[in-house]
Structures are given as C-alpha cells and as structure tokens.
C-alpha cells in the first residue's frame, strides 16, 4: 500500500512539473501556425524536456523567421 502511495505522488508531481511547460509550449505552437511541433508537442511526453527546448530555443527560431518575412530555403 505504502509503494502505491509513493508511485500516486510521484505521478502528481510530474504532472504537476509538466502540465505547465506543455500548454506554454503549446500554445506557442499554435501561435506560430507550426502545426508540426504541434502535434508533435501534444502526442510526445518527454517529462517537459521537449516543450522546454521549444519554448528557449525552437520557437524563437521560428519566430525570427516569422518576423523576418523569409521562409527556410526550399530543397529541390
């Protein structure tokens, strides 16, 4: 009993840790009309570890290209 007590905390406190950081994530997907990372955001659970690395370095990618008015050089 005492085990699933520990494992019932646990759960609680990852999902505490990641709801967060998956709806900022999220929701600056959405944003940023990159459906992609979008999807690929809501479907991956990777303990926050994504949605972080999206939010501090991806998005900002994204958002500069955005601004900018370029596109990524298309491979022919």
Excluded at 13 to 33: E, H, Q
Excluded at 49 to 63: N, R, T
Aim: hydrophobic share 60%.
């Amino acid at each position: 009993m005492q085990a699933f007590l520990q494992s019932n905390w646990i759960v609680l406190l990852l999902l505490i840790w990641t709801l967060p950081w998956k709806g900022v994530a999220l929701w600056k997907a959405a944003r940023l009309s990159e459906k992609w990372w979008f999807v690929i955001l809501l479907v991956v659970n990777t303990i926050g570890i994504l949605e972080i690395l999206y939010i501090f370095v991806f998005s900002k990618y994204a958002a500069k290209r955005s601004v900018s008015g370029t596109q990524e050089p298309q491979i022919q």
